[in-house]
């Protein structure tokens, strides 16, 4: 069983940039394929970017293309979203998740294991 934490989340006004950071609590999670979403007040849980386990390829919403980068530390058991050229749309709890299996999922009931999310607020 793989915990999942998150950190680095805040108020950052718009144009600002935050680097998000998750934290696994196994080394297994080295061959999980990873990912973050988000989810604003009233919407669904969004995917934002999603990383295999060798973090070879890569995945971007195109709402954040250009801005958000995706990477992973395996010898530290991360994953992290740094996030550029932040907009007020960006505003939401961001999850940090994975699954066992290597391949990028985009849906958010493929994944196992979740963090307990973090607030990001971007201010206009």
């Known amino acids: ?24 609590s196994d080394r297994t999670f080295r061959s999980y394929a990873a990912a973050w979403f988000r989810q604003a007040p009233g919407a669904g849980r969004e995917l934002v970017a999603a990383i295999t386990w060798s973090g070879g390829s890569t995945y971007y919403a195109d709402s954040v293309k250009d801005r958000f980068t995706i990477s992973r530390d395996n010898a530290k058991n991360m994953v992290y979203l740094q996030m550029n050229s932040l907009k007020p749309e960006d505003t939401a709890v961001y999850f940090c998740a ?15 294991y979740w963090g307990q999310g973090t607030q990001v607020t971007v201010s206009s």
């Open 1 to 24: 069983q793989v915990r999942l934490v998150e950190s680095g989340g805040g108020l950052v006004q718009a144009g600002g940039s935050l680097r998000l950071s998750c934290a696994a």
């Open 98 to 112: 994975a699954r066992s299996s290597g391949p990028i999922h985009l849906v958010s009931s493929d994944y196992a």
